[in-house]
Every structure is written in C-alpha cells, then in structure tokens.
T-cell receptor, first 113, second 114 residues
Framework: KNQVEQSPQSLIILEGKNCTLQCNYTVSPFSNLRWYKQDTGRGPVSLTIMTFSENTKSNGRYTATLDADTKQSSLHITASQLSDSASYICVVSEKTSYDKVIFGPGTSLSVIP | DAGITQSPRHKVTETGTPVTLRCHQTENHRYMYWYRQDPGHGLRLIHYSYGVKDTDKGEVSDGYSVSRSKTEDFLLTLESATSSQTSVYFC?????????????FGQGTRLTVV
C-alpha cells in the first residue's frame, strides 16, 4: 500500500534556530515529491517539488533533499522565523496515476521567540 | 489564493440535512478536487473532476456527491450529513493531474454537524 509518513509529528524550536523535518514514503513507482506549507486556517501552499533525478532543491531558507533509493526526503529550515510556524506536508505522486497524490499527515512546527 | 473561492467558509448544520459546499475558480484549470482534513490524518481525497461533467471518486467518497456543470464551479454535496462528516473541507485546482502540476488550494470550509 502506498503510504507517506512524516516525523516528528510536532516540533517546537526557538526563533533563529535551524530544524529538519523528515518524510518517508513507500509510493512506487515514484514520480515526484512536494513539500507544502499550511498556515493555520489556510490551505496548503507548495514550497518545492523534486523529481527522481533531483536530490536537493532550495526555496529561500527552505532546502529539500531527496534520496530516491531509500525513499526518504527531508525539509531543512534555516534561521527560523516566527512566520515559519505552520504545518509542513509531504506529498508524493505515483508515476502511473497523475490524477491523484498521497499526502503525509504533516509536521506541526512552532517557532517561539 | 490563486483565484479560488470556497463558500461558505463556516457552516453548522444538523444531522440528516443535506449540505452543499461550493468551489469557484477563475484560473480556468481543468482539474478540481475536494479534500477533507481531520486531526491525525493527511488530506484525504473525496472526489475530483477532470473536466466539465467528468468526475471520479477518491478514497473517502461514501456519503458525498459532486457536480461540475461549468469549468469554474465544483460542488460538493453531503446527501445526509452525519457527525463523522464534521471536518475542514478544501478545494484544490490544477492545470492537469495533481501528480504532474502544482495544485492550488482554497482557504477551506469548516463544517460542523451537530
């Protein structure tokens, strides 16, 4: 069964610190992986997308990595800001079905002053 | 929010009543999706549409129906609302299938069934 798991479930860090969120998936055949940021009370917004051949992609202070062999991805946030407080969702798509994707449960990040 | 409007934003309804949620887009995207989001679960697909009058079921479609008579509107109907359908509902749009192109989400509708 295709699944996406994320860890930790929640995380609290001090403003200015770095953090790394993890995503493990069993989706096969793999097509691509996206990280979304969801602010409280709003819909998710895409941060990055990575395909099989990409192993690092950055978007400002967000850097995503992908290891397609071990089926793991991470999202690294540098110099965190209060506005980074949100849920971060890993989403994986399967090559044989572009109509639908598989969402992870998300990691809830709280950045405190 | 990329030209997506969900209405209503909040609704409280009684068990057994029908409820319709509306998603309206101004982007002319082909695909539209309805998801529900509950604590402890990822977003779960209810139904989606790949064109006018073309719809398909998602993983949690029981108790829900959809209609798409125009490109810009995608309606989600709870035929007879139950307490288990209390949730936050998100509409999403994408140019082609969500696995191939970026999806854009609405702001959500919080539905409470009492």
């Amino acid at each position: 069964k295709n699944q996406v798991e994320q860890s930790p479930q929640s995380l609290i860090i001090l403003e200015g610190k770095n953090c790394t969120l993890q995503c493990n998936y069993t989706v096969s055949p793999f097509s691509n992986l996206r990280w979304y940021k969801q602010d409280t009370g709003r819909g998710p917004v895409s941060l990055t997308i990575m395909t099989f051949s990409e192993n690092t992609k950055s978007n400002g202070r967000y850097t995503a990595t992908l290891d397609a062999d071990t089926k793991q991805s991470s999202l690294h946030i540098t110099a965190s800001q209060l506005s980074d407080s949100a849920s971060y969702i890993c989403v994986v798509s399967e090559k044989t079905s572009y109509d639908k994707v598989i969402f992870g449960p998300g990691t809830s990040l709280s950045v405190i002053p | 929010d990329a030209g997506i409007t969900q209405s209503p934003r909040h609704k409280v309804t009684e068990t057994g009543t029908p409820v319709t949620l509306r998603c309206h887009q101004t982007e002319n995207h082909r695909y539209m999706y309805w998801y529900r989001q509950d604590p402890g679960h990822g977003l779960r697909l209810i139904h989606y549409s790949y064109g006018v009058k073309d719809t398909d079921k998602g993983e949690v479609s029981d108790g829900y129906s959809v209609s798409r008579s125009k490109t810009e509107d995608f309606l989600l109907t709870l035929e007879s609302a139950t307490s288990s359908q209390t949730s936050v509902y998100f509409c999403a749009i994408s140019e082609s299938g969500q696995g191939a192109t970026e999806a854009f989400f609405g702001q959500g509708t919080r539905l409470t069934v009492v």
